[in-house]
T-cell receptor, first 115, second 115 residues
Framework: AQKVTQAQTEISVVEKEDVTLDCVYE???????LFWYKQPPSGELVFLIR??????QNEISGRYSWNFQKSTSSFNFTITASQVVDSAVYFC????????????FGQGTTLQVKP | GAVVSQHPSWVICKSGTSVKIECRSL??????MFWYRQFPKQSLMLMAT?????????EQGVEKDKFLINHASLTLSTLTVTSAHPEDSSFYIC???????????FGPGTRLTVT
């Protein structure tokens, strides 16, 4: 069975603080994809990143960075110097090779960045 | 590119009536479309997967006779909630992908309220 766990339900930080959102996944597939999405109050999902299981390089995009570690089945997301506009719900998701591409979402982490 | 639209963005209907939600891929051919449901403060739960020209595959626990899905063309899938009840009130989100691509493109969602 495939599963994604985001243990942090809610996180509150003050602007300019760094914050890391945790994601742990379970799958028996050897080929799979991991995703992060942002869901602002409007509800529309915003794609942030996709990683395939063969690429463990960490990625940085502006203030965002991702740490993918297969050894611990984790795909954590860090926002550096957080801003109020980062306030949203963040979802980690998994897509395996044998499941026709459907996404398994974690429970989501609500991030509140206070000014 | 890769834009997915949903119509309507919100709808209010009376209990017992049926509601149809459209999901369109505007600039690509979607061989597969997914329908998700999201209750307040919860994660996205996959309802069904539809491939163009084929019957939809429903997830366990989703009533196929209540949630009718049609994927008649490569750019359009519809979800019809039949005999809606207040417990069907939710945020419905579709996504689309092309054959062989792990990427899913999400629509903006439809908020359904059943009174």
């Amino acid at each position: 069975a495939q599963k994604v766990t985001q243990a942090q339900t809610e996180i509150s930080v003050v602007e300019k603080e760094d914050v890391t959102l945790d994601c742990v996944y379970e799958t028996r597939d050897t080929t799979y994809y991991l995703f992060w999405y942002k869901q602002p109050p409007s509800g529309e999902l915003v794609f942030l990143i996709r990683r395939n299981s063969f690429d463990e390089q960490n990625e940085i995009s502006g203030r965002y960075s991702w740490n993918f570690q297969k050894s611990t089945s984790s795909f954590n997301f860090t926002i550096t110097a957080s801003q109020v506009v980062d306030s949203a719900v963040y979802f980690c998701a998994l897509s395996g090779q044998g499941n026709t591409g459907k996404l398994i979402f974690g429970q989501g982490t609500t991030l509140q960045v206070k000014p | 590119g890769a834009v997915v639209s949903q119509h309507p963005s919100w709808v209010i209907c009376k209990s017992g009536t049926s509601v149809k939600i459209e999901c369109r891929s505007l600039d690509f051919q979607a061989t597969t479309m997914f329908w998700y449901r999201q209750f307040p403060k919860q994660s996205l739960m996959l309802m069904a997967t539809s491939n163009e020209g084929s019957k939809a595959t429903y997830e366990q626990g989703v009533e196929k006779d209540k949630f009718l899905i049609n994927h008649a063309s490569l750019t359009l899938s519809t979800l019809t909630v039949t005999s809606a009840h207040p417990e069907d009130s939710s945020f419905y989100i579709c996504s689309a992908r092309t054959s062989g691509s792990p990427e899913q493109y999400f629509g903006p969602g439809t908020r359904l309220t059943v009174t």
